[in-house]
């Protein structure tokens, strides 16, 4: 396997990749599963639903048909249970999909529905490794509704006025030569920009919340004449120097994917990037609004 060193990366945003670390080679015969999978689905709106809300669910829904339709999973493990299957498609969606988009099909005041289209990227070894860990999966449905009760119960304080929101601010994205760019700025406000315990401001002095996002990795392997291998780590710094109770996040993500030689590298880097950077935001959102629950709570029981 060689790894290539200076190569561009992502159009402007920086003149090279920098020097690169060694990756791991994969065993000359590790199965390479690659599937451009596509399923459609439906989502009905509730009264307090917005459309994107809807539109989103609509998109889980069909990433878990493409994936099931596809075969991939059944091809190499038939006797899986339908909940191990769930779970392990999931996985797969949260992992291994890439290049995912889709288009709305149908939007009105009751439902929403798209069409998705993505491709499905993993080695045989990651998928034995799934089906490993979940193919004796006790009762997944009923852990699964139960986790998402108890992040319900986590969350059931929320502000009761505008006002009581806080302000989040968000940094440039700082490379690992030091170097900044503002180019993801807009997908970094846009996913943190739902939440109902904060507010993203331009205004870093008025900010509760600092977050700042780091790309601390990113490398391309050449695995074969025919493939390669681009992996990325990418972290989300979240601070408060007016909070005294918060403790500072440092959330990391980090996914390879293995694409065609002939596929464009800065549209993959960019893709994956998107990707990192959007469960990275989840997950660090989710960290706030859980912690702001827990202030509010604090001041429920203490009648303050």
Known sequence: MVKRQNIAFIGALLTAWGTLGCGTAMSADNTVINEAVTADA????????????????AVDKAGLAAVKLSGIIQKYYPDLSASALDI???????????DSRHEVTLADGNRVCVNLHADVVLTGEQLAALVQEYRDSDAPEEQIEAVAKQVNEETSFKPQKLGDKRLLHIRKMVFWNGEETNHYQDLLTG???HSEYFYVTDDAKLADYEVVPRLLKAEVDEIDTEHHKMQMQVELDVFSDKIDDFLPENIKQTHFILFAADKDEQEIADTLLRKLLTKAAEE?????????????????????
């Open 42 to 57: 439906c989502d009905e709106r509730t009264q307090n639903d917005d459309k994107l809300t809807a539109e989103n669910r």
């Open 88 to 98: 392990i498609s999931y996985r797969i969606i949260d992992e291994y999909m890439t």
């Open 191 to 193: 996913l943190f920009s």
């Open 284 to 304: 660090t959102g989710a960290k706030i609004n859980k912690f702001e629950a827990m202030q509010l709570e604090k001041s429920a029981k203490s009648g303050k």
